[in-house]
């Protein structure tokens, strides 16, 4: 089965960091575009960050520039969302995703993936 698991989320305070993980069971992931996606109390499903197959190509949402980093590590079928100088605003579910990109190399919309994780929770707050 074709299978993604987040990993990383959890409580911290503003201005603290986490490191989300996102682990690919059951096809080659280093063929896939990921995106990460996260979904505030409230609120639709956001796009945060994406990184192609190859790593060479990354978006982020502007409000999280400069403070997240995406990577991937084919070797371990495994991408990364390094969260830094973490806000109350960046509480939510994150989700990563994951595609075969035909005409764009990654995106942030996320109905343009097929393959989703269940997510992990990240709380920021005081």
Known sequence: QLQL????GGLVQPGGSLRLSCAAS????????????????GKGREGVSCISSRGGTTSYVDSVKGRFTISRDNATNTVYLQMNSLKPEDTGVYYCAADLLLLRLCTLAHSEYDYWGQGTQVTVSS
């Not at 698991?5 to 990383?8: A, F, I, N, P, Q």
């Not at 992931?29 to 505030?40: K, M, P, T």
């Open 5 to 8: 698991v987040e990993s990383g």
């Open 26 to 41: 059951g096809f080659t992931l280093d063929s896939y575009a990921i995106g990460w996606f996260r979904q505030a109390p």
